[in-house]
């Protein structure tokens, strides 16, 4: 009898198996699981500015339907300069708010939209999830300190270069495109522009020969916007000014003035009137002068 239960004691014990004690205290007993905190979010890094928020908020998230050529309801927020003209005291579509109203943000239509206020309809960004608390407090801040542009904005808007091509005048390159007589000039400013505006009534081009002077006519150039900074003026010399050919062997002078303020002004995309004098105040002419050999 004893030994029949000195074998079951063993293969009692041969079945526990001896383990490595793995889990277990210094008592032998399993250790208990103490649950630990979800890590924390770090945030987005958002601050109450809009260089901040276009960053975190305007170009990834919403630029996806507000952007591009026809953006939805006609606001762009694409980039900081697109947000700026499309939202400060901007009509929205609710007759009694703006977009944005500085100094309000319970007054402000975007405020409303991503706080999911049902005078403003459906919460934004529409068919994606809201955005986080630190974004909507951001935008609200801002609006609250009056919807500050960026300083680096706040600079004024100015031509930095202008680029000529052309063909059938001395200083062209061998191999241009450009037909004989042809003159190109792109006006490069330092920020995105309006010219939605701008005609060719509004800007004065003159032409000097030796033998004559002639002020063009609106319909003897045209104006074009190659990007949003950069405006493509393109007139035909020779057929203005009837030159015979050659044309190389015509001197010819050529004048242009853009943001005169008696018949023209030119604005960038938020609104900031050109500096055409480069004397650090809004406004002034700008005077373009070329001559070709």
């Given at each position: 009898m004893k030994s029949y239960i000195i074998s079951l004691l063993l293969i009692f014990l041969s079945a526990c198996g001896a383990g490595d004690g793995d889990g277990?205290?210094?008592?032998?007993?399993?250790?208990?699981?103490?649950?630990?905190?979800?890590?924390?979010?770090p945030g987005t890094g958002i601050t109450a500015d809009l260089s901040s928020i276009q960053q975190h908020v305007f170009s990834p998230v919403c630029s996806t339907c507000h952007g591009g050529a026809n953006p939805a309801a006609g606001l762009n927020l694409s980039s900081t300069e697109q947000s700026l003209a499309n939202l400060i005291n901007v009509d929205s579509a609710n007759p009694l708010f703006k977009r944005v109203l500085p100094g309000d943000a319970e007054q402000s239509y975007l405020y409303l939209k991503v706080t999911?206020?049902?005078?403003?309809?459906?919460?934004?960004?529409?068919g994606q999830p809201p955005l986080a608390e630190e974004e909507i407090q951001a935008i609200k801040e801002w609006i609250e300190l009056g919807a500050q542009a960026p300083e680096s904005l706040l600079t004024p808007?100015?031509?930095?270069?202008?680029?000529?091509?052309?063909?059938?005048l001395p200083q062209l390159k061998s191999g241009s495109t450009a037909e004989p007589g042809r003159l190109e000039l792109s006006f490069w400013f330092n920020r995105a522009m309006n010219f939605s505006t701008l005609t060719t009534e509004q800007v004065a081009i003159t032409l000097t020969t030796a033998e004559q002077q002639k002020l063009l006519n609106s319909d003897e150039f045209t104006l074009s916007q190659a990007a949003d900074n950069i405006l493509v003026v393109t007139l035909d010399v020779a057929n203005a000014l009837a030159l015979p050919a050659p044309v190389q062997q015509a001197k010819v002078q050529l004048s242009i003035e853009l943001n005169n303020n008696n018949i023209s002004s030119i604005h960038s995309a938020h609104g900031q009137l050109l500096d055409g004098d480069y004397n650090g105040i809004n406004g002034g002419a700008f005077n373009y002068e070329q001559t070709s050999y």
């Open positions: 277990l205290n210094d008592q032998g007993r399993p250790i208990e699981e103490i649950p630990t905190d979800p890590p924390v979010d999911g206020n049902n005078l403003a309809g459906a919460r934004m960004p529409l808007t100015v031509i930095t270069r202008v680029m000529s091509k052309s063909t059938g």
